[in-house]
C-alpha cells in the first residue's frame, strides 16, 4: 500500500499482482542483459574485422570511381591524352565537354612555341567557349578523366589553374563590372608562377577603352614575367597589337565568314580578328537604317549634333494647342500643386495651358504643368453629388436657395443691401 504525496490518494496492491510484478521486472532486467551481451560480442567481431571492412569499403568506392570515369568517358567519347609537366598543351579536335550535338572542334596549342595567346573576334564567335574547353580539357586530366579530344592530345599537369569569366558585377559588394574584374585579377596575380595556367575573358573591359586597353597590357606582361601560360580575349585594338609585337605572345582570331556573315567558331591562331559589331547588332534585330547609319559613322565620325525640338505627345500640333476631353481634369478632382506642395480642387479645364484651381478658399489660375492628379473626383463623391457646393461658402449658398425658393426674409435682406450700396454711392 501506498499514497500520494498530498495523502489524498491512496494505492493498493493485491500480493498476488504483487508477486506478477515482481517477475516482470526480474524478466526485463534479464532481457536487458542478454541485449547487451549481444551488443558486446558484434562490437568486438566488427573491431576485429575493421581493417578489412575500411578496405572493403575503399576499395567499392575506387570501383564505383573507375566505373563512373569509364561510363562518362564512354559518353562522351574520352581519349586518354599525353601527360607532362613542361608547361606543354596541345589539343586536337578538342570539344567542350558540356556541348551535345555537331559542334566545331578546337584544335589549340600553348606553352610550345610562345606562351601567351590573345584571342579577338566577333561577340558570339567561340572565344570564351575556348577558354573553357582550354581549362575544362585540362582540370579533367589533372583529375584522371578522359578527355572529348582526338588521339595526338597532349595536356599539362597545372600546379594552379586561374579563371576570371563572366560579369562579376556584385551589387551587394558594390562592385561593378570592371572593378570586380580588377578584384579577382588582383587576387590572381599574387599567387601565379611557373606552371600556372591563367584565362581571362574580356580583359581591361568595363572602363575607358585607353586606359583599360593599357591596364590589360599591363596585367599581361606581370602575368608573363611572373612564368604563367596566358589565355586571355579582347576587342581593344591596341591589346591585339601588343600580341602581335610581343615575341612570346601571339594573336589568335575565331574565324568569321564574311559572304555568309556568320561565325565558324575555328581559332586561328595568328591572326587577328574584327568584333563585327554591326553583324551581332542585326542578328538580334536592330533596326537596317539604325546598323546603315552606325555604318557610316564608322568611317566618317559625321555625328548628328544638332538640337531636336519635341512638342509634348498629348498636345495638337496647330490652333490652340488644346488637350482632348479624355486627358483633361475634371471638376471637382483632388490635385497637388507640385511648385507649392498644398492640395486644391480642380474648378475648370478647358484644356488650355492653365486651369483653374479652387486653393486657399479663392479659384487661381494655375499652370498645367504644376499640377500633378492626386484623387478623381467620382473615387471622393457620391453620383449626383453637387460639385458646385465645394466652391462656394455654406451661407452663400442658403442665401441662394432662399432666393430661388421665395423666401420674403431673404428678399428683404437682399433689398436692405442694394439700398445700403446706392446710400454708399
Known amino acids: 500500500m501506498d499514497q500520494s504525496s498530498k495523502g ?3 494505492y493498493i496492491e493485491p500480493s498476488a499482482v504483487t508477486k506478477l510484478n515482481e517477475q516482470i521486472a526480474l524478466l526485463k532486467s534479464q532481457e536487458q542483459a542478454e541485449e547487451y551481451q549481444i551488443l558486446a560480442e558484434l562490437t568486438g567481431t566488427f573491431f576485429e574485422t575493421e581493417q578489412a571492412i575500411n578496405e572493403a569499403i575503399e576499395l567499392v568506392t575506387l570501383l564505383d570511381t573507375l566505373f563512373a570515369r569509364a561510363k562518362y568517358s564512354r559518353s562522351i567519347d574520352g581519349v586518354t591524352p ?17 556541348l551535345k550535338g555537331e559542334s566545331v572542334p578546337l584544335d589549340f596549342e600553348l606553352g610550345t612555341n610562345y606562351r601567351g595567346l590573345v584571342i579577338t573576334g566577333a561577340n558570339a564567335g567561340g572565344k570564351t567557349v575556348v577558354l573553357k574547353t582550354v581549362g575544362l580539357l585540362t582540370l579533367m586530366t589533372m583529375f584522371g578523366l578522359q ?30 563590372t570592371f572593378s570586380g574584374h580588377m578584384k579577382n585579377i588582383s587576387e590572381i596575380m599574387t599567387k601565379v608562377g611557373r606552371h600556372t595556367l591563367v584565362l581571362l575573358d574580356e580583359l581591361g ?17 606581370s602575368l608573363y614575367k611572373q612564368g604563367a601560360l596566358v589565355v586571355t580575349t579582347t576587342h581593344y585594338g591596341e591589346i591585339k597589337q601588343f600580341a602581335t609585337d610581343h615575341e612570346d605572345i601571339l594573336p589568335a582570331a575565331m574565324a568569321f565568314d564574311r559572304d555568309t556573315l556568320t561565325p565558324k567558331y575555328i581559332l586561328k591562331v595568328g591572326e587577328v580578328g574584327e568584333s563585327q559589331a554591326l553583324w551581332i547588332a542585326r542578328k538580334m534585330a536592330m533596326p537596317d537604317k539604325l546598323i546603315n547609319k552606325a555604318a557610316l559613322y564608322i568611317q566618317n565620325k559625321t555625328y548628328s549634333t544638332e538640337k531636336q525640338s519635341f512638342k509634348p505627345a498629348s498636345l495638337k500640333q496647330t490652333g490652340s494647342a488644346r488637350l482632348e476631353p479624355s486627358l483633361r481634369f475634371q471638376k471637382g478632382d483632388r490635385v497637388l500643386l507640385t511648385d507649392r506642395d498644398i ?20 479659384i487661381q489660375e494655375v499652370r ?5 492628379l492626386n484623387a478623381r473626383a467620382r473615387q471622393l463623391y457620391p453620383d449626383g453629388y453637387d460639385l458646385d457646393s465645394l466652391f462656394t461658402d455654406y451661407h452663400v449658398r442658403k442665401r441662394e436657395r432662399d432666393l430661388e425658393r421665395g423666401s420674403k426674409k431673404a428678399h428683404k435682406a437682399l433689398d436692405k443691401e442694394m439700398r445700403n450700396r446706392r446710400m454708399k454711392k
Open 205 to 221: 573591359s568595363g572602363t575607358e577603352p585607353n586606359e583599360g586597353a593599357s591596364l590589360a597590357i599591363a596585367i599581361m606582361e
Open 343 to 362: 492640395i486644391g480642387l480642380v474648378y475648370s479645364d478647358g484644356g488650355e495651358q492653365t486651369l483653374q484651381v479652387f486653393v486657399k478658399d479663392e
Open 8 to 10: 489524498t490518494t491512496v
Open 147 to 176: 578527355i572529348p579530344a582526338a588521339e595526338g592530345t597532349e595536356i599539362a599537369v597545372m600546379n594552379k589553374i586561374f579563371v576570371d569569366i563572366g560579369d562579376q558585377q556584385a551589387i551587394e559588394n558594390a562592385l561593378s
Open 368 to 372: 498645367r504643368k504644376r499640377v500633378t
Open 82 to 98: 599525353r601527360v607532362n609537366k613542361e608547361e606543354r598543351i596541345r589539343i586536337r579536335r578538342g570539344r567542350h565537354p558540356l
